[in-house]
Protein backbone atom coordinates (compact mmCIF):
# COMPACT_ATOMS: atom_id res chain seq x y z
CA UNK A 1 0.00 0.00 0.00
CA UNK A 2 2.98 2.39 0.58
CA UNK A 3 2.80 2.95 -3.33
CA UNK A 4 -0.80 3.43 -3.85
CA UNK A 5 -1.18 6.40 -5.29
CA UNK A 6 -4.18 9.17 -2.87
CA UNK A 7 -4.68 12.04 -1.67
CA UNK A 8 -4.17 10.53 1.91
CA UNK A 9 -0.75 9.50 0.39
CA UNK A 10 -0.29 13.31 -1.33
CA UNK A 11 -0.61 15.33 2.26
CA UNK A 12 0.93 12.88 4.10
CA UNK A 13 4.25 13.28 1.68
CA UNK A 14 3.69 17.04 2.21
CA UNK A 15 3.26 16.85 5.99
CA UNK A 16 6.75 14.46 6.13
CA UNK A 17 8.56 17.22 3.83
CA UNK A 18 7.20 20.33 5.94
CA UNK A 19 8.13 18.42 9.48
CA UNK A 20 11.26 17.60 8.74
CA UNK A 21 12.21 20.98 7.00
CA UNK A 22 10.96 22.77 9.95
CA UNK A 23 12.93 20.42 12.34
CA UNK A 24 15.88 20.96 10.18
CA UNK A 25 16.05 24.34 10.47
CA UNK A 26 15.79 24.25 13.57
CA UNK A 27 19.30 25.67 15.44
CA UNK A 28 20.93 24.01 12.71
CA UNK A 29 24.84 23.33 13.39
CA UNK A 30 26.27 25.65 10.38
CA UNK A 31 23.34 27.85 8.76
CA UNK A 32 25.46 28.60 5.51
CA UNK A 33 25.81 24.70 5.21
CA UNK A 34 22.11 24.47 6.11
CA UNK A 35 21.31 26.83 3.43
CA UNK A 36 23.17 25.16 0.95
CA UNK A 37 21.92 21.74 1.96
CA UNK A 38 18.43 22.56 1.99
CA UNK A 39 18.34 24.47 -1.02
CA UNK A 40 17.97 21.14 -3.27
CA UNK A 41 14.95 19.64 -1.44
CA UNK A 42 12.85 23.21 -1.64
CA UNK A 43 13.87 23.86 -5.38
CA UNK A 44 12.88 19.89 -6.31
CA UNK A 45 9.18 21.06 -4.03
CA UNK A 46 8.84 23.79 -6.31
CA UNK A 47 9.11 21.66 -9.52
CA UNK A 48 7.06 18.63 -8.05
CA UNK A 49 4.44 21.03 -7.25
CA UNK A 50 4.43 22.56 -10.64
CA UNK A 51 4.32 19.29 -12.39
CA UNK A 52 1.94 17.50 -10.56
CA UNK A 53 -1.16 18.39 -12.48
CA UNK A 54 1.16 18.20 -16.00
CA UNK A 55 2.96 15.24 -15.46
CA UNK A 56 2.84 13.52 -12.18
CA UNK A 57 5.40 11.14 -11.24
CA UNK A 58 5.12 7.33 -10.60
CA UNK A 59 4.61 7.39 -6.13
CA UNK A 60 7.43 4.88 -6.11
CA UNK A 61 9.26 8.03 -7.43
CA UNK A 62 7.86 10.74 -5.04
CA UNK A 63 8.62 8.15 -2.31
CA UNK A 64 12.27 8.09 -3.38
CA UNK A 65 12.57 11.66 -3.41
CA UNK A 66 10.88 12.60 -0.26
CA UNK A 67 13.49 10.38 1.14
CA UNK A 68 16.37 12.08 -0.47
CA UNK A 69 15.13 15.39 0.60
CA UNK A 70 15.00 14.00 4.03
CA UNK A 71 19.03 13.01 3.48
CA UNK A 72 19.72 16.61 2.83
CA UNK A 73 17.89 17.90 5.65
CA UNK A 74 19.23 16.13 7.75
CA UNK A 75 23.16 16.97 6.18
CA UNK A 76 21.88 20.26 6.49
CA UNK A 77 20.74 20.19 10.38
CA UNK A 78 23.84 18.34 11.38
CA UNK A 79 26.47 18.64 8.46
CA UNK A 80 27.18 15.82 6.81
CA UNK A 81 30.74 15.45 8.64
CA UNK A 82 29.09 15.58 12.02
CA UNK A 83 25.65 13.47 11.93
CA UNK A 84 25.56 11.86 15.96
CA UNK A 85 24.28 8.22 13.90
CA UNK A 86 27.51 8.11 11.38
CA UNK A 87 29.63 9.57 14.36
CA UNK A 88 28.77 6.88 16.32
CA UNK A 89 29.91 4.29 13.81
CA UNK A 90 32.55 5.72 12.84
CA UNK A 91 33.94 5.21 15.83
CA UNK A 92 32.52 1.59 16.28
CA UNK A 93 34.38 0.57 12.88
CA UNK A 94 37.60 2.51 13.63
CA UNK A 95 36.91 4.75 10.48
CA UNK A 96 38.94 8.48 10.43
CA UNK A 97 35.58 9.86 8.70
CA UNK A 98 31.96 10.25 9.41
CA UNK A 99 30.54 8.63 6.24
CA UNK A 100 27.12 10.01 6.26
CA UNK A 101 28.02 11.99 3.14
CA UNK A 102 28.32 8.80 1.10
CA UNK A 103 24.70 7.93 1.78
CA UNK A 104 24.20 11.57 0.74
CA UNK A 105 26.07 10.56 -2.91
CA UNK A 106 24.54 7.45 -3.06
CA UNK A 107 21.08 8.95 -3.22
CA UNK A 108 22.17 10.91 -5.64
CA UNK A 109 22.62 8.38 -8.24
CA UNK A 110 20.15 6.03 -6.88
CA UNK A 111 16.80 8.49 -6.97
CA UNK A 112 18.10 10.53 -10.25
CA UNK A 113 18.34 7.70 -12.26
CA UNK A 114 14.35 6.46 -11.87
CA UNK A 115 13.59 9.78 -12.15
CA UNK A 116 15.55 9.99 -15.44
CA UNK A 117 14.08 6.73 -16.65
CA UNK A 118 10.72 7.69 -16.04
CA UNK A 119 11.43 10.74 -18.01
CA UNK A 120 13.38 9.28 -20.90
CA UNK A 121 10.54 5.94 -21.27
CA UNK A 122 7.50 8.66 -20.84
CA UNK A 123 8.68 11.03 -23.44
CA UNK A 124 9.28 7.88 -26.17
CA UNK A 125 13.54 9.58 -25.96
CA UNK A 126 14.57 5.67 -25.51
CA UNK A 127 12.82 2.10 -25.41
CA UNK A 128 14.33 -0.46 -22.57
CA UNK A 129 16.75 -2.32 -23.09
CA UNK A 130 20.52 -1.21 -22.87
CA UNK A 131 20.78 2.34 -24.17
CA UNK A 132 18.03 3.17 -21.83
CA UNK A 133 20.20 2.07 -19.12
CA UNK A 134 23.50 3.70 -20.77
CA UNK A 135 21.37 6.84 -20.65
CA UNK A 136 20.68 6.96 -17.57
CA UNK A 137 23.74 6.06 -16.12
CA UNK A 138 24.97 8.65 -18.25
CA UNK A 139 22.39 11.21 -16.96
CA UNK A 140 23.38 10.18 -13.62
CA UNK A 141 27.10 10.83 -13.76
CA UNK A 142 26.61 13.97 -15.55
CA UNK A 143 24.75 15.37 -12.74
CA UNK A 144 26.98 14.11 -9.94
CA UNK A 145 29.80 15.92 -11.25
CA UNK A 146 28.11 19.20 -12.08
CA UNK A 147 27.04 18.99 -8.24
CA UNK A 148 30.79 18.59 -7.48
CA UNK A 149 31.54 21.67 -9.74
CA UNK A 150 28.79 23.50 -7.56
CA UNK A 151 30.72 22.71 -4.72
CA UNK A 152 33.89 24.20 -6.01
CA UNK A 153 32.18 26.83 -6.78
CA UNK A 154 31.19 27.52 -3.75
CA UNK A 155 34.45 26.84 -2.13
CA UNK A 156 35.74 29.76 -4.17
CA UNK A 157 33.12 32.26 -3.74
CA UNK A 158 32.80 31.96 -0.01
CA UNK A 159 36.85 30.45 1.11
CA UNK A 160 36.23 28.67 4.92
CA UNK A 161 33.01 28.94 4.95
CA UNK A 162 31.77 26.64 2.65
CA UNK A 163 34.33 23.74 4.64
CA UNK A 164 30.97 22.17 6.03
CA UNK A 165 28.92 22.07 2.99
CA UNK A 166 32.22 20.15 1.12
CA UNK A 167 32.56 17.92 4.12
CA UNK A 168 35.99 16.42 2.72
CA UNK A 169 37.15 16.14 5.92
CA UNK A 170 40.64 15.89 4.53
CA UNK A 171 40.39 13.06 2.33
CA UNK A 172 41.83 13.91 -1.33
CA UNK A 173 39.65 11.31 -2.93
CA UNK A 174 36.63 12.68 -1.93
CA UNK A 175 34.95 14.30 -5.19
CA UNK A 176 35.98 10.82 -7.27
CA UNK A 177 34.61 8.82 -3.94
CA UNK A 178 31.42 10.72 -4.32
CA UNK A 179 31.25 10.25 -7.93
CA UNK A 180 31.76 6.60 -7.57
CA UNK A 181 29.27 6.28 -5.03
CA UNK A 182 26.82 8.07 -7.23
CA UNK A 183 27.43 5.99 -10.09
CA UNK A 184 26.87 2.92 -7.81
CA UNK A 185 23.67 4.06 -6.30
CA UNK A 186 22.12 4.68 -9.92
CA UNK A 187 23.05 0.72 -10.97
CA UNK A 188 21.76 -0.13 -7.59
CA UNK A 189 18.31 1.50 -8.48
CA UNK A 190 18.25 -0.12 -12.24
CA UNK A 191 19.29 -3.35 -11.05
CA UNK A 192 16.52 -3.51 -7.66
CA UNK A 193 14.00 -1.28 -8.83
CA UNK A 194 13.11 -1.39 -12.73
CA UNK A 195 10.45 -3.99 -12.67
CA UNK A 196 8.44 -2.26 -9.94
CA UNK A 197 9.33 0.77 -11.95
CA UNK A 198 7.92 -0.48 -14.99
CA UNK A 199 4.67 -1.96 -13.27
CA UNK A 200 3.73 1.88 -12.27
CA UNK A 201 4.68 2.89 -15.68
CA UNK A 202 2.57 0.79 -17.22
CA UNK A 203 -0.52 1.74 -14.50
CA UNK A 204 0.60 5.65 -15.04
CA UNK A 205 0.87 5.46 -18.70
CA UNK A 206 -2.20 3.57 -19.33
CA UNK A 207 -4.08 6.34 -17.23
CA UNK A 208 -3.11 8.80 -19.07
CA UNK A 209 -3.83 7.73 -22.40
CA UNK A 210 -6.88 7.20 -21.28
CA UNK A 211 -7.63 10.65 -20.84
CA UNK A 212 -6.39 12.08 -23.46
Given at each position: ?139 CLAFSAFYELIEWWV ?58
Open positions: MLFIGGADIKYLWVFVFFVVLIWSGINPKDQFTWVLEVAPALVGIIFLFLTYSTFRLTSLLYFLILVHCVILMVGGHYTYADVPLFNTLMEYFGSERNNYDKVGHFAQGFVPALLAREILLRKGVVEKGVWLNLFVISIAIGTGENSEAFLGTQGYIWDTQSDMAVALLGAICSLVLLAKAHDKQLTRIMGSTAGSD
